[in-house]
């Protein structure tokens, strides 16, 4: 699983509205000391920010460079009573935008795909956004808040001033302020990381000071044009025209399942690659089909994967990708290395509703605009991740949802922290795994029953994970659904309506009576095991790192895991069956069904 923030989810935009001063009511804020009350007066009176402020401005700023090395203009327009606001950057691969009005919280990407974000902790940022940018502290807005006054930091021969500010319903925010000019130069969103913007060169427009530099981490943008009546933000629509299928309305095309992943065929010009199909990824190529394409490869980006470190990245424009009888034109994708010839992400079911069919290795994508009749809705997690609500163990939390991951079930450090009932109560195996953006570690065992639009997956091997940063270090976050979950359902992704369709198989039936203890991944040489619970397969000795190579005189590399777990849980007493042991010697095992071990919760 990879993710790229848009534009506007990296930057906190920095603006102020000023067009119409009428009398508002006065905000309610909450403030801790009368110290705290005094300094961001004094700011507030600096600034000519005020209760009675209302009206709207429009801001145009030009973007020079930064890291993707793109330039263009960025536009923001804010709005006092009702707090509104709206970015839109026109900068090459930077392109996309974001905002609040009206209670809704969006964000638009590069081809004017509109996502809205209903998932809290994107809808809080948005909020944060523009609280920050109406300058909602001084009591610009109606959002209620509360303010104190933190120790000052010293830097530069410069004392700051520190505020932590929490609107109401939004994420909070440390704002500094010179001491010299009482002016804010800093703004850091706290998040499970912090978004950081710095900004100064402020400059009157009407009664109020604006912000004309701004330096965020990745782009510096100064101020070029001032329009007073802009007309307010409002919710874009959604508005992709870069892809159609020919001959009809849908295409299915067939796919390969190896190691727990999709293998999907793309054609690009007169060559046919297999890309992996990941829900939480984004559309990838690798640098050496890039080069054998011809593609050029421009810009720089950062990728910041589930381990939580940021790995550079390029972009390239592929000028047709085909998947079956679909087309997608023009499409730019990222140039990364480590993932195979490359990745089908978000992009495509955001384009088309798509249908993944395990049981018959299929991928169908449909011009379909109507809304599915039985399915849950979601929410989109870092701009691009569908995430559900599920249960697990009685808990109810956010769950990705993560074709790009071979595991069953991941639940975040903190997730487990606040229920510590759901820990693992038996010694169990401790995991540290290479991801996109570093490491996890994570202790595996059989964990309490997962459910989902009220399918339940009983006592799954889970990873507990115990990573401090990245995705599993987020609070808001339970935990990943992965492909050993979603291979036991038809699964149909519907982004234009916000659904997702869960239909069981064959496989999910299976797996109710599971007792084996196994989690396999289809190996060339047959089964690999990639981990052991208690339960009769751990005590006929097989244990993780092992290769089954027959299951009762059946070769395991005509089978996939699923037909494998089936053939252990149907049979009635005893079966042979030979491996390989990670250590390279071959070896015969008598598994017996009865052995039978519950797990331990």
Known sequence: MYCIPSPAARIVRFTLVVALLL?????????????????????????????????????RRSVIGGESRDNGTDDEWVRFR??????????????????????????????????????????????????????????????????????????????????????????????????????????VESYYYDVVETFG??????????????????????????????????????????????????????????????????????????????????????????????????????LTGAGGKSVPSAYAIIPALHIGDAVLRNQRVLVYDGLGDGMLGYEIPARF???????RRTLTLSNKETPLRHAISFAFYDGTIPVVRATVGGTTGWFQVDTGSGRVLALTLPFVAAHPELEPRTDA??????????????????????TISGYTIQHPVTYFTR????????????????????????????????????????????????????SLINDPNGLYVDYVAPGPAYVAGLREGDTITSIGGVDASTLDAM?????????????VITIVEAGGLDKELLYRSDAYIPPAR
């Not at 809080?124 to 610009?140: H, L, M, P, S, W």
């Not at 509703?353 to 049981?359: A, L, Y």
């Not at 195996?429 to 997962?450: C, D, F, H, K, Q």
Request: aromatic residues 10%.
């Open 23 to 59: 009398r508002a009511p006065e905000a309610v804020v909450a403030s801790e000391g009368t110290a705290a009350q005094r300094l961001l007066g004094r700011t507030c009176l600096a600034l000519g920010a005020s209760p009675d402020l209302r009206g709207s401005i429009h801001i």
């Open 82 to 187: 009702p707090l509104g606001f709206a970015t839109y950057t026109d900068a090459g691969t930077q392109t996309g935008g974001g905002g609040f009005a009206n209670d809704l919280a969006w964000s638009r990407d590069i081809a004017g795909i509109v996502r809205v974000e209903t998932y809290p902790a994107a809808r809080e940022q948005r909020i944060a956004d523009a609280f920050i940018a109406a300058y909602g502290y001084c009591g610009t807005t109606e959002l209620r808040f509360r303010v104190s006054l933190d120790h000052p930091v010293r830097a530069d021969g410069i004392t700051y001033d520190v505020f932590r500010v929490q609107p109401h319903g939004a994420l909070p925010f440390a704002l500094w302020i010179d001491s010299r000019s009482h002016l804010p130069v800093r703004a």
């Open 201 to 302: 060169a402020y400059r009157r427009v009407g009664p109020v000071l604006v912000p004309f530099e701004r330096s965020g981490s990745e782009t510096t943008i100064t101020a070029s044009y001032v329009a007073k009546n802009a007309l307010g933000p409002s919710l874009p629509r959604w508005s992709p025209n870069d892809a159609s299928i020919a001959n009809g309305h849908r295409t299915v095309v067939p796919f390969k399942f190896d190691r727990n992943t999709i293998f999907v065929p793309v054609r690009i010009g007169n060559s046919t690659y297999h890309f992996q199909f990941d829900t939480g990824g984004r559309d990838l190529i690798s640098s050496e089909v890039a080069k054998a394409l011809g593609l050029r490869i421009t810009g720089l980006a950062t």
């Open 353 to 359: 509703e798509t249908t993944i069919d395990f049981r």
């Open 429 to 450: 195996a401790v995991r540290r795994s290479t991801v996109p953006g570093g490491e996890t570690l994570a202790v595996v065992a059989r964990g309490p029953s997962l």
């Open 467 to 518: 990573d401090h940063q990245g995705t599993f270090a987020d609070p808001s976050l339970a935990g990943n659904i992965g492909i050993g979950a979603l291979e036991q359902f038809t699964l149909t992704l519907d982004y234009a309506h916000y659904q997702i369709g869960l239909d069981p198989n064959d496989a999910y039936y299976t797996m109710q009576g599971d007792t084996t203890g196994l």
């Open 563 to 575: 037909s494998a777990l089936r053939i252990f849980n149907a049979a009635n007493h005893s079966l």
